[in-house]
């Protein structure tokens, strides 16, 4: 069975693959904050003030955005499945079938979170898209479906 016959995937699962991946994620924020901060400290020796527990500044800022981004481009180029996608069986193709490439994987990078950041309106489009694609499955070429039980 290719990827191309498999059934788009339903937008709850996605959403709930969505939840189980932000906890992955917040680990992956809490280590780079927590690495960041002991460079900024240890190389650097740039002294926190007495009230300040964890400003990374602009600069750090900048690096989590990059670090939360590439994990999630990693993941989808290396097999179109996060770990929380993984645990519901969906995987994102290509519309040829094929493992998203980088640049799809960047272009839905940068379009999801203004999908989530317009309350929601660009993953509640695909409660009503005919294939269940929301902005970033539009906008990068990709969709999500749904693999079969093995």
Not at 76 to 98: E, K, P, S
Not at 143 to 148: C, E
Request: hydrophobic share 50%; charged share 15%; net charge positive.
């Amino acid at each position: 069975m290719t990827s191309q016959s498999l059934p788009t995937a339903n937008m709850f699962k996605r959403l709930i693959a969505m939840v189980y991946d932000s906890l992955i994620i917040m680990a992956v924020a809490m280590a780079y904050g927590a690495l960041y901060l002991s460079i900024k400290h240890a190389i650097f020796d740039i002294e926190l003030g007495p009230d300040e527990r964890a400003n990374m500044g602009t600069p750090g800022f900048v690096g989590l955005i990059l670090v939360l981004e590439a994990f999630c481009w990693f993941f989808w180029c290396r097999g179109g499945q996060t770990l929380g996608m993984r645990a519901w069986r969906l995987q994102m193709v290509q519309t040829n079938g094929h493992t998203p490439n980088l640049l799809q994987a960047m272009i839905r990078g940068m379009i999801a979170p203004f999908s989530l950041l317009l309350f929601g309106l660009g993953f509640l489009w695909g409660f009503w898209e005919k294939d269940n694609r929301t902005w970033h499955d539009l906008a990068s070429g990709t969709w999500v479906v749904q693999l079969p039980k093995k």
